[in-house]
């Protein structure tokens, strides 16, 4: 039976392995994926424009002729995203601030206590990833 | 003909898409740290539970913790694509010394009330497995607007096949 056991243990940890693999490939053909259909969106634009102008007019007026309506969009998605990373970096500080008291009197009560294993931030142990 | 607005609108839309990207790694991330922080909580709860009932020693709350340790730091790879593709290797996995019917046997020399009650600490631990996967799933969104009441997670934690196979994985990673 312990014997069974080992072996299954093992292929777990073979079985767990491959379907890591399978799915970073998948998530890296996904983004991948995405980047090159962007790409290929906007060399057919360009092509499309080319018989009228030059691709680096296209380009230029892309900076230039923002209109305010767009400009407002960016700024208010990217003040967004900026503000949820600010409160991520604070919140992972807090963590490690406080989670240490906690630990520490827990463990008085149980010396046996288990660990999650994750970085004092509450991140994903390096090893991990 | 393309016009130079057309293109701009057309370069603005890709751009666009883009910073989508950026945003659903964005996203990632904090569904992780949401449901690592409701697994923490959940694990502190039954800390306080088993104190105050003095069921530290118990192997059925011990492996209960193990399992939530697990799933705490296997938190970032439970996504519904993985649930599918252990289901997928069900038959290549072999025996583990783990499984939920091996853990519900060590509630036995408890009393009921204890027993049920850390059975419902796992239960929870699921549901909010069970949210983390569906928010993550963007294509499987729709179903957590039909299944946002919690009793009906419940059952679809219950009744959704390969979590036990999740757990022994996480409990292999620790």
Request: glycine share 6%; with cysteine; charged share 20%.
């Amino acid at each position: 039976m312990a014997q069974n056991v080992n072996i299954g243990a093992n292929r777990y940890d073979v079985i767990g392995r491959l379907i890591d693999g399978i799915v970073s490939v998948m998530i890296t053909a996904l983004v991948c994926g995405t980047i090159v259909v962007i790409g290929y969106w906007v060399y057919l634009t360009l092509i499309a424009y080319a018989g009228k102008s030059t691709s680096a007019s296209v380009a230029i007026s892309f900076v230039t002729d923002f209109k305010l309506d767009q400009v407002f969009a960016y700024f208010v998605g990217g003040s967004g995203a900026l503000y949820g990373y600010r409160q991520r970096r604070l919140m992972r500080g807090n963590i490690e601030r406080l989670s240490g008291r906690p630990r520490e009197l827990e463990k008085r009560i149980d010396p046996n206590r288990t660990s999650s294993g994750l970085t004092p931030q509450g991140t994903t142990h390096p090893g991990d990833r | 003909m393309v016009t130079l607005d057309q293109a701009t609108n057309s370069l603005h839309l890709a751009f666009a898409v883009l910073c989508l990207v950026g945003l659903i790694f964005l996203f990632r991330d904090h569904w992780i740290d949401s449901l690592r922080d409701h697994l923490f909580s959940l694990r502190d709860e039954l800390f306080l539970y088993a104190v105050d009932n003095d069921l530290l020693q118990h192997p059925g709350y011990r492996e209960l913790r193990d399992v939530m340790n697990g799933m705490i730091r296997f938190a970032h790879k439970l996504t519904f694509t993985r649930l599918v593709l252990v289901w997928m290797f069900r038959r290549r996995l072999g025996e583990s010394a783990y499984s939920f019917a091996s853990w519900r046997r060590k509630l036995l020399d408890l009393p009921e009330c204890h027993s049920e009650m850390l059975t419902q600490f796992h239960w929870k631990m699921w549901i909010c497995v069970t949210k983390h996967m569906l928010n993550r799933a963007i294509v499987l969104m729709p179903l957590l607007l039909a299944y946002h009441r919690i009793n009906r997670l419940r059952r679809l934690a219950k009744e959704m096949p390969g979590f036990e196979l999740l757990e022994r994985q996480a409990l292999a990673q620790r």
